[in-house]
Structure formats: C-alpha cells, structure tokens
C-alpha cells in the first residue's frame, strides 16, 4: 500500500535519520551532565592532615587532627571510624567500665551484681540497719573499755561472703581511723588497717 504513496514512502525513510541524531546530541547531554556531577561532587581533592578539614581521604584514626570525635565518643583503630559505644551489646568499648555499663563490663568481686536499671555494679545491701550496725560495732569497743568518739561512712560490704556494714569509728585518745564489719547475722568483725 505504501508503494502506491511514493511520498509517504520517501518522509518515513527520513524520519529515523533525523530522530537518531536526536538521540545522539540527547546522550552526549546525559554524559557530559554525569561527567561534570561527577567531577564536582565526587572526585578527591587533595586533603592535608592538620589543616582542620577532615577531608574524604582523612579518618579520625591517620589524622585525628582534623577527623575529631564527638565528645563521648572514640576512633575505632580498625574500622577508623568514630563510634560512640553501645551499652548493653556484650562488647566492653572504650568510655565503658564496671561503673557506667556492667551489662558490658562485667564486675569484678564475685559478690556484685549488676543492676540493669542504672548499668552500675553494686555490693549487695546487707539486712542490717545502719543504727543497729553503729551499736554493735559501739558494743565491740566498749567491752574492750574504750569509747568511741566519732562515727565515719557506712558502706555496704562482704565478708566472709555474707553482706555486711563497714563503719568507720574514731576512739577517743586515737590517732587514725578503724573499720568493724558488721554482717547481717550480727557478727562484728575488725578489719586492720595500715
């Protein structure tokens, strides 16, 4: 049918001629367009350690000097990136200790526990008032006919493994300081100081 038409026959043949060059130019825009994206935004200036400027050749570990971390934070020497740690992921990172993150951390007298509310290890409380623990260790003094003076800090405390109070007491005509245990059950203990 389209024999019959010379004309029509002769503007088909020139159309894909001329839609093939808009293409071309079309691409060649693309390109050029990607090149220059490219060479603005993601080629490497040169960057120098100690100008201030963590470059993106720089990391906090080869030049810390320009790649700061943020406070809290710390360079990890292997992945030389800045991390900040993660309490509570069973790896002990740096800025985490037995005081802020025993979850990680574990603690260090077999008698402490962690409490996973605060991450902090604590001894555990013995069930003993601070007042009786006072009388008891005032007891163990005067049946040695001495009189106590002053009393110091009550801490919680094992001995023996069993909780326990440490008092600190100041005897009248002493020098220093002594400690008496005092453990739940009530049994005083003095504990030798040097």
Known sequence: MISQYPQ???????????????????????ISTAVSIYLIFFTEKTAICGDEICGRSENCFDCPKDCKCKLGSYCDSTRKDCNAPKCGNKV?????SMENCCDDCSCTSKYETCNKTTHICEMPVAQISDERAKELATQYFLNQNKTVEEFGIITSTVYNDKPAKSVGIRLKDEIGVRII???EDGQVFERIVY
Do not use: D, S
């Open 181 to 183: 245990i005092v453990t």
């Open 92 to 96: 002990c990172e740096p800025f985490e």
């Open 8 to 30: 029509y026959q002769r503007q088909y043949a020139e159309q894909p001629k001329k839609n093939y060059k808009l293409y071309i130019l079309i691409t060649v825009l693309i």
